[in-house]
T-cell receptor
Framework: GQQVMQIPQYQHVQEGEDFTTYCNSS?????IQWYKQRPGGHPVFLIQLVKSGEVKKQKRLTFQFGEAKKNSSLHITATQTTDVGTYFCAGPAGGSQGNLIFGKGTKLSVKP | EPEVTQTPSHQVTQMGQEVILRCVPISNHLYFYWYRQILGQKVEFLVSFYNNEISEKSEIFDDQFSVERPDGSNFTLKIRSTKLEDSAMYFC??????????????FGPGTRLTVL
C-alpha cells in the first residue's frame, strides 16, 4: 500500500544549528502537509504544498515539494529550543477524500 | 480562535468494555476524521465522515468501531469491545474542504485510551 517515509527518525542539535527532515512518498501526491507535534500535544498544521517544485517559507522554516511531487523537505535555520517536537509530513491517500497518511515523524531535540 | 475539542482527555477501561470518545469539531467544518497514535508511533488514519456518512475507513476501523454525529455538533467514536491493543491516543480532526485542494486538518487535543 501507499507509504510515506521520513528520515531521520531522531535528530539532536545544538541550539543555533540547522535541521532538515526529509519525506518520501511511494506514490505521487496531490499535495503534502507538514505538522508539528510538541511533546504530549497534538499535531498542529504548519503548511500545505501543492505545486511541483514549490518552496514556501515561514520565518526560519523552509518547506520544499519535489518536482515529481513524491518528496518533500523541511529545513529549520538556526534552531531554537521552541522548535522541539516531532515533525510529521502527511499526504492524502490515493483517491481519498482527504484522509492523510502520515510519515513516522522526525523527533527534534535542541540542546541549549 | 475556533478549535476542536475532545472529551474525556483520558479514559481507562477494562478489556471487553465499550467506550465512546467524543469530539466537537469546528462549527463550519464539513469533514471529520478520527486518527489514532500508539505511544511513540506515527499518526494513523481510522475513518473520515462527511454528509452524515462514512467517506472512507482504514483497515484498522473494523466492525468493533463505529462513528456517529448524533446532533449538529458532536462527533463520536465508539469501540464496542475494547482490546488491549486499542490503547492509544485518539485524535479527532476536522477540515473545511473545498473542491480544489485539500485543506488543513485541525486536530483536537486527543483522548488517551488505556485498556487494562
Amino acid at each position: 500500500g501507499q507509504q510515506v517515509m521520513q528520515i531521520p527518525q531522531y535528530q539532536h542539535v545544538q541550539e543555533g544549528e540547522d535541521f532538515t527532515t526529509y519525506c518520501n512518498s511511494s506514490t505521487t501526491l496531490s499535495n503534502i502537509q507538514w505538522y508539528k507535534q510538541r511533546p504530549g500535544g497534538h499535531p498542529v498544521f504548519l503548511i500545505q504544498l501543492v505545486k511541483s517544485g514549490e518552496v514556501k517559507k515561514q520565518k526560519r522554516l523552509t518547506f520544499q515539494f519535489g518536482e515529481a511531487k513524491k518528496n518533500s523537505s523541511l529545513h529549520i535555520t538556526a534552531t531554537q529550543t521552541t522548535d522541539v517536537g516531532t515533525y510529521f509530513c502527511a499526504g492524502p491517500a490515493g483517491g481519498s477524500q482527504g484522509n492523510l497518511i502520515f510519515g513516522k515523524g522526525t523527533k527534534l531535540s535542541v540542546k541549549p | 480562535e475556533p478549535e476542536v475539542t475532545q472529551t474525556p482527555s483520558h479514559q481507562v477501561t477494562q478489556m471487553g468494555q465499550e467506550v465512546i470518545l467524543r469530539c466537537v469539531p469546528i462549527s463550519n467544518h464539513l469533514y471529520f476524521y478520527w486518527y489514532r497514535q500508539i505511544l511513540g508511533q506515527k499518526v494513523e488514519f481510522l475513518v473520515s465522515f462527511y454528509n452524515n456518512e462514512i467517506s472512507e475507513k482504514s483497515e484498522i476501523f473494523d466492525d468493533q468501531f463505529s462513528v456517529e454525529r448524533p446532533d449538529g455538533s458532536n462527533f463520536t467514536l465508539k469501540i464496542r469491545s475494547t482490546k488491549l491493543e486499542d490503547s492509544a491516543m485518539y485524535f479527532c480532526a476536522s477540515s473545511e474542504r473545498d473542491r480544489i485542494a485539500y485543506n488543513e486538518q485541525f486536530f483536537g487535543p486527543g483522548t488517551r485510551l488505556t485498556v487494562l
